[in-house]
């Protein structure tokens, strides 16, 4: 199912809030030819999927209840660009903690992400745009239930704990040393390539100013990790 067909199945659905108010998705207006050229002029490579310009055609967003407006044609709006170079930032929940929509340097829409300042994680929210507006409409029928409440709420926390951790058990050989970036002194490497919903990594376990870089396109980040004296002088891939 394309992203315009998934957010038409849900128009007529009717959602209650928690003060048992009624309410459905409201949708925004699609967007021009203009707005259209506009937005490919930003995007990688000026591409545009046909999928995702057939949504934007229709409607640029909508508003749902729990969240804030939902938009898929907010490019460059987040930030932290050692992280997500190109994204577009769907979703704020009210508490400065946002699902991103990655866009590859090719102009490909791929996975979404929570990424979350308290605690300071990135978890993988959904596959792909059609997901997440599925996963949108899950919490609106389900509440706590959902997949989107339970990442808000468990997941960020299990992966801060590092209950369900994923870089220390990480046991790849990266090809990153090649003099196209410079490493930190320590790192951890985090890899979400292929990895399930609800897998991430906390990207603030050592501070605010914790070095991040992401080499490819692929969803691999290198996280520095500052230890104690004494430690080794290299974690690299979850490998002492």
């Not at 577009?88 to 490909?108: C, M, P, R, T, V």
Request: aromatic residues 12%; charged residues 30%.
């Amino acid at each position: 199912m394309t992203p315009k067909q998934q957010l038409k199945s849900i128009l007529s659905n009717q959602y209650e809030s928690e003060d048992e108010d009624l309410y459905k998705v409201e949708l925004l207006d699609g967007m021009t030819d203009s707005e259209i050229e506009n937005l490919k002029s930003q995007l990688p490579n000026n591409i545009l999927p046909n999928e995702i310009e057939e949504l934007l055609r229709f409607s640029k967003g909508f508003e749902f209840y729990g969240l804030e407006e939902v938009r898929f044609d907010a490019f460059g709006h987040f930030g932290f660009e050692e992280m997500f170079p190109n994204s577009i930032q769907l979703a704020g929940d009210g508490f400065g903690n946002f699902s991103i929509l990655d866009i590859d340097s090719k102009g490909n829409w791929n996975s979404v992400y929570y990424v979350c300042h308290d605690p300071a994680v990135i978890v993988k929210h959904s596959e792909n745009l059609t997901e997440f507006i599925k996963h949108v409409d899950e919490f609106g029928h389900k509440g706590n239930q959902s997949n989107l409440d339970s990442i808000h709420e468990k997941t960020v926390m299990d992966i801060w704990s590092e209950k369900v951790g994923i870089m220390e058990k990480n046991e790849k050989d990266y090809d990153f040393e090649n003099g196209q970036i410079e490493l930190p002194e320590m790192f951890l490497v985090a890899d979400l390539s292929e990895k399930p919903i609800k897998t991430g990594f906390p990207w603030g376990k050592s501070g605010p100013n914790t070095k991040i870089i992401r080499p490819t396109d692929d969803p691999i980040w290198i996280v520095e990790k500052r230890v104690k004296q004494g430690f080794p002088s290299r974690l690299f891939g979850g490998k002492k």
